[in-house]
């Protein structure tokens, strides 16, 4: 697993390239029809909904770490839960309640072009395309079925192409405030990648002033 100590090497070069190299990736953000505007979040509980623990902490890390601040504190779901509890709205209102997060960031894998790469060889499910099918999803973006869950492909052992969706629920009702779809097509290292992704999403969290 990497720690995050060694996320730092990474995320410098992801800066890094940010700062000076025109990337791969592409943002879109909306806000939920009826959620209040303008909405600022000061501690968010960022879950990477992926059944594979290790990729799943790995981008929480990186993404808890990007978007932290003096006037935002962000909480990697990994470090407040054990390794063998499932992603389920009872896990993550027993977190919210013990953290007082204000706010949930859950983000998934949408879809995925030859990209999901499973012990050192690629996944191609056949025709070398993933696209998420028959698992439902529920309060704060939460799997309902598990069992379908847990058979999906990891999240960010990514390369090549593919589509991520972050949702962010206020906790007060466990409503949806805003949506946020990733896109990229990219041959950068997984480690880059997650560090990438992190930096996008919460530019765009920032530009909207969901987070300062």
Known sequence: MITRRGILAPLLL???????CAHPFRVTGTWTEGATRPQTFKKLLVVGVSPDYRQRCNFEWAL?????????????SC??????????????????????????????????????????????????QYKATGVGYGYYGMPVIYGEFAAQPSIFSLEHQFELTTQLYETRAASLVYNLKTTA?????????????SSVIAARLRQDGLVQ
């Open 14 to 20: 992801a800066i890094a390239c940010l700062a000076g």
């Open 64 to 76: 808890a770490r990007t978007l932290g601040s003096d006037t935002v504190k962000a909480i990697a």
């Open 79 to 128: 470090s407040a839960m054990a390794a063998d509890e499932h992603l389920s709205r009872e896990s993550i209102e027993r977190v919210v309640a013990s953290t007082g997060a204000d706010g949930v960031l859950a983000t998934r894998l949408v879809t995925a072009s030859a990209s999901v790469q499973e012990g050192g060889s690629h996944d191609t499910r056949g025709s070398g």
């Open 185 to 197: 097509k990219t041959q950068d290292s997984s480690d880059v990648v997650l560090v990438q992704v």
